[in-house]
């Protein structure tokens, strides 16, 4: 019984650990990210918020982890990753997931919602709420091989990968490295 609360005491702290890693990520990837969406739209449209005095903010993110939180059927492992985001009005975010891995995945879509102002003092923005996502994988293996046993990839190349792996929900990364 005492090593299964250890395990479980350990595996919690990893786990918030890990959210808090995702977490601060996401909050880096909001302010400091300069993606500005006008090729999405005909030149010329105004299609950003006025930059006035009134502005709506994400005032409150909560972020609920209950493993009995029925987001999904646990076949192959996936309900592990699905997690639910839902952005108020009101300024408030909701996310749901069964596990840290369903957080990573939460995080990185909340921070994808975000894009940069064209103005310098226009900060980021949200042009969707209210909305709610419900985010499931529809494969349990989703994955690259990077063969750097015949290609020369460098390690800041593996490293741009990584993040764009990230980015894409992508959870497993094949190296080869030798032909031993």
């Not at 030149?43 to 502005?55: C, I, L, S």
């Not at 009005?89 to 940069?116: M, P």
């Not at 529809?138 to 091989?145: C, E, P, S, V």
Request: proline residues 6%.
């Amino acid at each position: 019984p005492s090593r299964s609360v250890a395990s479980s005491t350990i595996g919690c702290i990893l786990s918030k650990i890990l959210l808090r890693s995702a977490f601060e990520r996401m909050k880096h990837n909001i302010l400091d990210r300069s993606f500005i969406p006008q090729k999405f739209h005909p030149r010329g449209a105004q299609f950003e918020p006025v930059t006035d005095n009134v502005k709506h903010y994400i005032e409150r993110l909560v972020i609920d982890e209950d493993p009995h939180n029925n987001l999904g059927s646990t076949e192959r492992g996936l309900g592990l990753e699905v997690c639910t985001i839902e952005i108020f009005e009101d300024g408030g975010a909701f996310i749901k997931i069964a596990s840290s891995l369903g957080g990573l995945h939460a995080l990185e879509i909340f921070a994808q919602l975000f894009f940069a102002h064209s103005s310098p003092s226009g900060g980021s923005y949200i042009p969707f709420a209210p909305l709610l996502i419900q985010d499931r994988p529809a494969f349990g293996h989703r994955g690259l091989n990077l063969d750097i046993s015949r290609n020369w990839i460098s390690p800041r190349d593996v490293m741009r990968t990584t993040k764009a792996m990230a980015a894409n929900k992508l959870n497993r990364l094949y190296i080869h490295a030798s032909d031993a």
